[in-house]
């Protein structure tokens, strides 16, 4: 038979076992603990194509190469010269293209290439029309006196809408252009040209 004082430590001692559960103390578990985040992997460089003016002749691609090669941010991976286009390397944590969308970016080479370039070289959006979709157009103009004056044809005639690249022999004035051709013609090269003052040879 048991003493009531026995009764009453064992109660105690059943009480102080079923504490920490009363009061809300987790309970002890073998589960490891988690092991902290990972802090995000710093971005790596990032490659955008453009398409570039002032590629008007092959020996063009050298002044171009020259020109990027002095920006700090920007490398530039490969030109493709039958297209008119670019392929530009750059680290988006640098001052003018952290958080910048896609077309911003493009302004921000734009800027840089114009300013290293000394406006001879100019960044523009890549050409929606597929190289498949593309065709040739030849137009003749008057022969030109100079690099200027072959560069000055040149971009009169990229900045007509669907035009992806315009190649200008400065000696024969001879241009070819690839062109999205529901956009443009020859007749419409040709009336851009001559609006500039450009006298162009009929075909």
Do not use: W
Request: charged residues 25%.
């Amino acid at each position: 038979m048991r003493t009531p004082t026995r009764t009453i430590t064992l109660a105690i001692l059943a009480l102080l076992a079923a504490a920490p559960l009363a009061f809300g103390e987790p309970r002890p578990t073998n589960r490891p603990a988690k092991p902290p985040a990972a802090a995000p992997a710093p971005a790596g460089p990032r490659t955008v194509v453009c398409g570039v003016v002032g590629l008007f002749a092959p020996d063009r691609e050298a002044d171009f190469r020259a020109a990027v090669d002095t920006l700090l941010d920007v490398r530039l991976v490969a030109v493709n010269f039958d297209r008119g286009e670019a392929t530009f390397s750059y680290d988006p944590a640098a001052a003018g293209f952290k958080g910048a969308a896609p077309e911003k970016v493009v302004e921000r080479l734009d800027q840089l290439v114009r300013n290293a370039s000394g406006h001879l070289f100019s960044v523009r959006p890549r050409s929606a029309t597929p190289a498949d979709k593309l065709a040739k157009v030849e137009v003749d103009v008057a022969p030109l006196d100079c690099k200027a004056c072959a560069l000055a044809v040149h971009e009169i005639v990229c900045k007509i809408d669907g035009v992806s690249q315009a190649a200008v022999d400065m000696k024969t004035g001879h241009i070819t252009a690839r062109v999205d051709p529901e956009k443009v013609d020859g007749d419409k090269i040709r009336a851009a040209l001559k609006a500039r003052e450009v006298t162009v040879r009929q075909p």
